[in-house]
């Protein structure tokens, strides 16, 4: 009975891929915020400019916020790959030992 293991290879690829479209998602809304920011679509009268100075100024607070946390963000991710790319050779390595009758 032969078991299927390429399960396993997806979901670790559905990770990184999961988590480089976060990454995208998010450089993405911060960038299209700024245009429309710098634009001055909002700006008509002084309680408008007012509210888009308030929005920049929150803007940057949060650029600042998440940018504090990306070394983290990286570190979790970066040791996620790494157990599941252990993972995958350990299971690999028997893998190879039960082709050839031995045992891990």
Do not use: C, W, Y
Not at 52 to 79: C, E
């Amino acid at each position: 009975m032969e078991k299927n293991k390429k399960g396993n290879v997806g979901q670790i690829g559905g990770l990184i891929g999961g988590i480089i479209g976060l990454i995208f998602l998010v450089v993405v809304g911060f960038v299209s915020l700024n245009i429309l920011t710098d634009a001055n679509l909002l700006t008509e009268d002084s309680a408008m400019a007012d509210a888009t100075n308030h929005l920049t100024g929150n803007l940057t607070v949060g650029v600042d916020n998440v940018s504090n946390k990306i070394p983290i963000m990286f570190t979790i991710a970066v040791a996620v790959i790494l157990l599941g790319l252990i993972v995958f050779l350990v299971m690999r390595a028997r893998q190879a030992q039960q082709a050839n009758g031995g045992t891990i």
